[in-house]
Nanobody, 129 residues
Framework: QVQLVESGGGLVQAGGSLRLSCATSGRSFSRNAMGWFRQAPGKEREFVAA????????YYADSVKGRFTISRDNAKNTVYLQMNSLQPEDTAVYYC??????????????????????WGRGTRVTVSS
């Protein structure tokens, strides 16, 4: 039973920080790209960040570059999203996702949600002004 479980969401004031965690189980994703996506109320799901299998290559939406950092600890089967300088526009439910495909270009990680096969239930982040 593959599971991705996000944690670390909550309410924070603008300018604050949160660290989200995504614990995976049921299979190893140590060879797979992982991503974070978010969905704000009334909006479509959007890409936030992704990293390749090792975490050595990272990709970010323009809206979060310089503020968010994706990382992973494959020994702990966990992916993280460090969010700094949070803004009200960051308010959303944040989802982690795993891509089951193995890419010959080892640095690759998709920014498209359709590329990801496994999804967590999400953790809510609310940023107040």
């Amino acid at each position: 039973q593959v599971q991705l479980v996000e944690s670390g969401g909550g309410l924070v004031q603008a300018g604050g920080s949160l660290r989200l965690s995504c614990a995976t189980s049921g299979r190893s994703f140590s060879r797979n790209a992982m991503g974070w996506f978010r969905q704000a109320p009334g909006k479509e799901r959007e890409f936030v960040a992704a990293c390749n299998w090792s975490g050595g290559s990272t990709y970010y939406a323009d809206s979060v570059k310089g503020r968010f950092t994706i990382s992973r600890d494959n020994a702990k089967n966990t992916v993280y999203l460090q969010m700094n300088s949070l803004q009200p526009e960051d308010t959303a439910v944040y989802y982690c996702a795993a891509d089951s495909r193995i890419y010959l270009i080892g640095s690759f990680a998709s920014t498209a949600g359709d590329s990801y096969d496994y999804w967590g239930r999400g953790t809510r982040v609310t940023v107040s002004s």
